[in-house]
């Protein structure tokens, strides 16, 4: 087995050295200008760097490195910037600065061991591998979409309803995801690389944007238009200048207009349809000055109400999304004065896991960070509250968490990922799939989630993926025009 490279393999993968490091040294020093802690800065200068190196060893291709640079940037690399357009130093607004960003540093070194051992591990070929034919990509694509767009109407027709029995189509609604991935694909490997959408490229986007105002999920917006870039980048090999900007367009987008429509919307979708979701989004699309001043409102209110994270000095609902190390300075100080969870936090994320068959006694709504933050003498948290999985692991058990649970159950993760689909992003599929399908919770999912996602999630997701691959691929639904001869005779 090939030994790990301690140095930049590619061009690519000098200049992103070059240029992060230089980019990263200029911020840090004008936030030390701003007056905050030298050792801070340089903790969490150290941390992004280690972060972005994966990259550079193993490529900007390679599904293992993304996903650990994608922490790095979650927990530390955007609060360095959002944090400096507000004027405000690194440790403003923090209880224990040092502290924290030291535990994500910690974290950050799990999340990398993890990487290095499952690069090292051989796990024989991976259970999908990559399909390059245009006619079975448009299959998987056609595929795909039934099974997506069935699960998304029938979550969708259930909006505005009190429904109490098994959401099982919310299973099955990304694979409208590998629809998208596959008919864009398919265009590029059809057209010799001169183009990447056609008639049904466009029609999977206007679904795709569709459910995403249906589900009022910004996130699920974000990733229609990630799909997009990450399949085309995956293809074509390469970074184009136009591709990162558009990337930081659609970003800017979701921060200043899409995020005050989606929150005005979200507070009284319980009681909406489906169609009235779609009409309200839209009408609040024309109205968004209104939209905008209904935002400013509900953040003041909240303000004075009192809200835990307050990184920002003011609730920022999509910086605070987008900044991770808040949540882990909450979780440090709460657990110290209130004692570690210690294993009762495992034991819950096992039985989350389990199906309600075999546990049949466990919550409907349930969310795991808000039991943590409750747990650790901070009330009323919020519905479904973010406990990442470094922050998680500092308080059930210290210091020792906040590596070991990164460590082992990141190595998990990654392992799985590598036997379904490997980890090369180019012209896979699969690959690009699974990274759209697990990144958000790889990044700020609490143990419950990994647990949830090792023993069930992506299990569930290999069967179903090898259905629809063996489909495709052995033309059961499209069968092959052949000569048909007599029993007997020639």
């Given at each position: 087995?090939r030994?790990?490279?301690?140095?930049?393999?590619?061009?690519?993968?000098?200049?992103?050295?070059?240029g992060?490091?230089?980019?990263?040294?200029?911020?840090?020093?004008?936030?030390?200008a701003?007056?905050?802690?030298?050792?801070?800065?340089?903790t969490?200068?150290?941390?992004?760097?280690?972060?972005?190196?994966?990259?550079?060893?193993?490529?900007?291709?390679?599904?293992g490195a993304?996903?650990?640079?994608?922490?790095?940037?979650?927990?530390?690399?955007?609060?360095?910037?959002?944090?400096?357009?507000?004027?405000?130093?690194?440790?403003?607004?923090?209880?224990?600065?040092?502290?924290?960003?030291?535990?994500?540093?910690?974290?950050l070194?799990g999340?990398?061991?993890?990487?290095?051992?499952?690069?090292?591990?051989s796990?024989?070929?991976?259970?999908?591998?990559?399909?390059?034919g245009?006619?079975?990509?448009?299959?998987?694509?056609?595929l795909?979409?039934?099974?997506?767009?069935?699960?998304?109407?029938?979550?969708?027709?259930?909006?505005?309803?009190?429904y109490?029995?098994?959401?099982?189509?919310?299973?099955?609604?990304?694979?409208?995801?590998?629809?998208l991935?596959?008919?864009i694909?398919r265009?590029i490997?059809?057209?010799?690389?001169?183009?990447?959408v056609?008639?049904?490229?466009?029609?999977?986007?206007?679904l795709?944007?569709?459910?995403s105002?249906?589900?009022?999920?910004?996130?699920?917006?974000?990733?229609?238009?990630?799909?997009?870039?990450a399949t085309?980048?995956?293809y074509?090999?390469?970074?184009?200048?136009?591709?990162?900007?558009?990337?930081?367009?659609?970003?800017?987008?979701?921060?200043?207009?899409?995020?005050?429509?989606?929150?005005?919307?979200r507070?009284?979708?319980?009681?909406?349809?489906?169609?009235?979701?779609?009409?309200?989004?839209?009408?609040?699309?024309?109205?968004?000055?209104?939209a905008?001043?209904?935002?400013q409102?509900?953040?003041?209110?909240?303000?004075?109400?009192?809200?835990?994270?307050?990184?920002?000095?003011?609730?920022?609902?999509?910086?605070?999304?987008?900044?991770?190390?808040?949540?882990?300075?909450?979780l440090?100080?709460?657990?110290?004065?209130?004692?570690?969870?210690?294993?009762?936090?495992?034991?819950?994320?096992?039985?989350?896991?389990?199906?309600?068959?075999?546990?049949?006694?466990?919550?409907v709504?349930?969310?795991?960070?808000?039991?943590?933050?409750?747990?650790v003498?901070?009330?009323?948290?919020?519905?479904?509250?973010?406990?990442?999985l470094?922050?998680?692991?500092?308080a059930?058990?210290?210091?020792?968490?906040?590596?070991?649970y990164?460590?082992?159950?990141?190595?998990?993760w990654?392992?799985?990922?590598k036997?379904?689909?490997?980890?090369?992003?180019h012209?896979?599929?699969?690959?690009?799939?699974?990274?759209?399908?697990?990144h958000?919770?790889?990044?700020?999912?609490?143990?419950?989630?990994?647990?949830?996602?090792?023993?069930?999630?992506?299990?569930?997701?290999?069967?179903?993926?090898?259905?629809v691959?063996?489909l495709?691929?052995?033309?059961?639904?499209?069968?092959?025009?052949t000569?048909?001869?007599?029993?007997?005779?020639?």
């Amino acid at each position: 087995m090939r030994p790990l490279k301690l140095t930049p393999a590619t061009r690519q993968g000098r200049m992103l050295v070059k240029g992060g490091g230089i980019f990263i040294g200029i911020v840090c020093a004008l936030h030390l200008a701003l007056g905050a802690n030298s050792i801070v800065v340089c903790t969490a200068g150290l941390t992004v760097l280690l972060s972005i190196y994966p990259v550079a060893i193993y490529g900007f291709l390679n599904l293992g490195a993304v996903l650990v640079s994608l922490v790095g940037f979650r927990y530390v690399g955007f609060p360095l910037v959002a944090k400096l357009s507000m004027g405000q130093p690194l440790d403003m607004h923090l209880l224990d600065p040092l502290g924290s960003f030291g535990i994500v540093l910690s974290g950050l070194i799990g999340y990398l061991t993890a990487l290095r051992w499952a690069a090292r591990v051989s796990v024989g070929r991976p259970l999908l591998q990559s399909v390059s034919g245009k006619s079975i990509l448009g299959r998987i694509s056609f595929l795909a979409a039934s099974i997506g767009i069935s699960a998304n109407l029938a979550v969708a027709f259930r909006a505005g309803e009190n429904y109490t029995g098994l959401t099982i189509a919310e299973f099955f609604v990304h694979f409208l995801h590998l629809a998208l991935i596959s008919a864009i694909a398919r265009s590029i490997n059809y057209s010799r690389g001169r183009r990447n959408v056609d008639a049904w490229v466009c029609f999977l986007l206007i679904l795709e944007i569709a459910f995403s105002i249906i589900h009022n999920s910004r996130m699920a917006l974000m990733e229609t238009f990630v799909c997009f870039i990450a399949t085309v980048v995956a293809y074509e090999n390469r970074i184009k200048w136009k591709q990162f900007a558009a990337t930081a367009f659609i970003i800017g987008m979701m921060v200043i207009f899409v995020t005050p429509v989606f929150l005005h919307v979200r507070d009284s979708r319980t009681e909406l349809s489906w169609t009235q979701r779609i009409g309200n989004t839209i009408m609040m699309v024309v109205k968004w000055p209104e939209a905008f001043s209904n935002y400013q409102k509900h953040r003041e209110l909240i303000n004075r109400l009192g809200w835990h994270l307050n990184y920002y000095g003011s609730p920022q609902n999509v910086f605070e999304r987008m900044t991770l190390v808040n949540h882990v300075d909450v979780l440090k100080a709460g657990s110290e004065n209130h004692g570690k969870v210690g294993f009762e936090d495992l034991n819950l994320s096992l039985k989350r896991a389990l199906p309600r068959m075999l546990s049949p006694d466990k919550p409907v709504d349930y969310s795991q960070g808000s039991w943590l933050y409750e747990r650790v003498g901070l009330s009323n948290p919020g519905p479904y509250a973010t406990a990442p999985l470094i922050g998680t692991g500092f308080a059930a058990f210290g210091w020792v968490g906040s590596f070991f649970y990164p460590f082992i159950l990141g190595l998990a993760w990654l392992l799985i990922v590598k036997k379904i689909s490997g980890w090369n992003l180019h012209g896979n599929i699969w690959a690009i799939y699974l990274l759209l399908r697990v990144h958000d919770q790889f990044v700020e999912g609490s143990s419950d989630s990994y647990v949830l996602y090792i023993l069930r999630s992506l299990p569930q997701d290999l069967v179903l993926l090898c259905l629809v691959s063996a489909l495709a691929k052995g033309r059961f639904l499209f069968p092959r025009r052949t000569k048909t001869f007599p029993l007997f005779g020639k």
